[in-house]
């Protein structure tokens, strides 16, 4: 079974976008007002990777919950995955890229694991290489295409400001677009976490056949009765 329909995961990503825009783009902004204030930006930044978790989840953000006290609290198991996490992509950009961007891609629900489900970072990292198994390549062209859509409208905005000569107006916009953008990409990750995570739900199992033999057995009590 295909847990990421291609159509379907984008017209869910774009809907979850949209449900939220204002939300996502206060708590975006709300983020970088605050990210320059020591050990609250740790605690600030965890909330901010475990947002497609609660967009999972069908809420619609508060923008203030990213200075809800428990992320602070997980300062320490936060720094030891991006630790690793840092530490063995690195590595394995020394393997030619394709190592390193495989490696990220199996551990790109780790952080979500572990905001949300308050797993151990490599309990975290271990479920994350598990469930994004087969879906790696998927993943990457669901974001190739979001990311396209984006350099689109930026080129065409740019384009014709620069050929209206309003480079400033022009970077402006592209800054805009680039904010706006943000909701439909957690919108994104949040489909892709939801689905794989979801367990399916077992087949209903058949109804036995009854075999000749228990057939004859059943009429032969029937007539004796």
């Known amino acids: 079974m295909n847990k990421l329909p291609f159509k379907e995961t ?3 990503a774009c809907q979850i976008g949209l449900k939220n825009l204002l939300s996502l783009i ?3 902004l709300l983020y970088l007002v605050t990210i320059w204030i020591p050990y609250l930006n740790i605690g600030t930044t965890l909330a901010m ?4 978790a609660e967009l999972a989840k069908g809420h619609v953000i508060d923008p203030f919950f990213i200075f809800d006290s428990k992320y602070r609290k997980k300062m320490g198991d936060f720094l030891i995955i991006i630790g690793v996490m840092t530490m063995a992509i690195t590595a394995a950009f020394g393997f030619l890229f394709i190592p390193a ?3 990220s891609y199996a551990w790109s629900l780790a952080m979500l694991l572990f905001a949300d489900k308050d797993m151990k970072p490599l309990d975290a990292l271990h ?3 598990e469930l994004t198994y087969g879906y790696k390549w998927r993943m990457f062209g669901l974001e190739f295409v979001l990311a396209m859509a984006i350099l689109v409208a930026i080129g065409i905005v740019t384009g014709i400001c620069a050929a209206a000569d309003l480079n400033v107006l022009g970077v402006i916009l592209d800054i805009i677009i680039c904010v706006l953008i943000v909701p439909f990409v957690l919108g994104l990750d949040a489909v892709i976490y939801r689905n794989l995570t979801r367990e399916e739900e077992p087949k209903a199992e058949e109804p036995k056949e009854e075999t000749k033999a228990e ?3 059943e009429e032969v ?4 009765e």
């Open 221 to 224: 009590i029937v007539t004796e």
């Open 127 to 129: 479920e994350s290489n």
């Open 10 to 12: 984008l017209t869910e």
């Open 215 to 217: 057939v004859v057995v």
């Open 101 to 103: 961007l495989i490696l």
């Open 49 to 52: 990777c475990s947002l497609p």
């Open 26 to 28: 206060a708590v975006t």
